[in-house]
Every structure is written in C-alpha cells, then in structure tokens.
C-alpha cells in the first residue's frame, strides 16, 4: 500500500502561481511514475503532469510552457509548479502513484487539493 497526502492548494488570482506537493510513504519501493491529475466540476479526471523513476516527464498541452513537476526521491516527494494560472485550470487537485509488482499494477491516489484561479 502507498499512502499519497497532497498540500498546496487555495485560491490565487489569474497569473499567479501555486505549488502542490504530495508526500508518498508506505511501499514506495517499486512506485514507477508519480502523477498530477485534475477534475473540473461537470468534467472528467484529466493528466496534468507525470514523472517517472528515472525522471521522464509528461505534460498535458494545456499545461506546457507553464507548469513544471519535479521529484525528491529523499523525501519521497512529488511537487507540481504552477504559473501563469488560468481560471480554466481552476479544479481538484489529485497525486497519483503508479506500482508495478509484476505481474500487478496498482493506482494509487491522494485526497485531493482544490485550486481556484480567480479574481
């Protein structure tokens, strides 16, 4: 099992910038890639960023240019950058851990953080 606790979200006006972090503990031994999702109200799930073990990442177009994630493989921490926000990036925040044990993958997610971009 991996425990995925997020923190940084709020509320920033457009333009601004926010960082989330989320800590993983647990079976983290085999975690292969770390991952920011989002869900808009009346929208589905969405890949914002990931990262895998060896540091690859992947950003979704809506993001590039403007959000970076990044890992700390010392404190198991995956942070996700945020700037120049727009108020369509506004939406629940959530980590996502991928392990595979083979022959099991396994998702694992965290709680979710709320970010509103507004004015």
């Known amino acids: 099992q991996v425990q995925l606790v997020e923190s940084g979200g709020g509320l920033v006006q457009p333009g601004g910038s926010l960082r989330l972090s989320c800590a993983a503990s647990?079976?983290?031994?085999?975690?292969?890639?770390m991952g920011w999702y989002r869900q808009a109200p009346g929208k589905q799930r969405e890949l914002v960023a990931a990262?895998?073990?060896?540091?690859?990442?992947n950003y979704a177009d809506s993001v590039k240019g403007r959000f970076t994630i990044s890992r700390d493989n010392a404190k198991n921490t995956v942070y996700l950058q945020m700037n120049s926000l727009k108020p369509e990036d506004t939406a629940v925040y959530y980590c996502?851990?991928?392990?595979?044990?083979?022959?099991?993958?396994?998702?694992?997610w965290g709680q979710g953080t709320q970010v509103t971009v507004s004015s």
């Open positions: 996502n851990a991928y392990q595979l044990v083979a022959p099991y993958e396994y998702d694992y």
């Open positions: 647990g079976s983290i031994f085999s975690i292969n890639a």
């Open positions: 990262i895998t073990s060896g540091g690859s990442t």
